[in-house]
């Protein structure tokens, strides 16, 4: 299993996930997380709504959820998505990290570029089919990090959602409203 540093009175992906987002998996190969941002976001939907999407009327996602309730159900619905949405997930697991060791800048020399184009060959051949536990494990910390922004940012699409039925724009019969939830 991907570990790394282990603290006492941890969960399971705090020990193998260490405050500074480095992840070990199982082979040695050094990872560090990269923040959520549009293009990821939009690969996690996809994965979602290709692999899960008969699934999402089980999920009931809540606004009165904590980041770790609703970090959990995401947890599960992009578990059970991963068999329907398998290029998506792994696309969308290369774009979450990269290899520790990689120079960044703009103005690399030929060295530090083919250094890099090393770790991303690497990192891609990992990737193309690694451990189970090494997937979860990446799957579990992405979450783990990103569940409260990503929580906030659906109270605030609810609350679009809900200004835009009152104003008429939509059926209200789209959105779920707090007092459904």
């Known amino acids: 299993m991907a570990t790394t540093k282990a603290k006492p009175a ?22 560090t997380l990269v923040p959520l941002k549009s293009r990821q976001f939009f690969k996690m939907l996809k994965i979602i709504t290709h692999g899960a999407g008969g699934m999402l009327l089980n999920f009931k996602f809540s606004a009165t959820d904590t980041p770790e309730e609703f970090g959990a159900k995401l947890v599960a619905l992009l578990a059970f998505a991963i068999p329907d949405a398998e290029d998506e997930v792994f696309d969308f697991l290369l774009s ?30 990992e990737l ?50 707090a007092s459904e939830a």
Do not use: C, H, W
């Open 128 to 177: 193309y089919n690694p451990e189970l536990g090494d997937t979860l494990t990446l799957i579990e910390a992405i979450v783990k990090r990103e569940a409260a922004d990503l929580q906030a940012l659906g109270k605030r699409l609810m609350g679009m959602f809900e200004l835009a039925a009152k104003t008429g724009q939509i059926p209200s019969q789209v959105v779920e409203t």
């Open 96 to 125: 979450m990290v990269v290899p520790v060791g990689t120079v960044e800048g703009r103005s690399l020399s030929k060295a530090d570029k083919a250094k890099n184009e090393e770790l991303a060959s690497n990192l891609y051949e």
């Open 10 to 31: 941890q969960t399971d992906v705090e020990v193998i996930v260490d405050d500074g987002n480095l992840i070990t998996l199982e082979s040695g190969t050094e990872l």
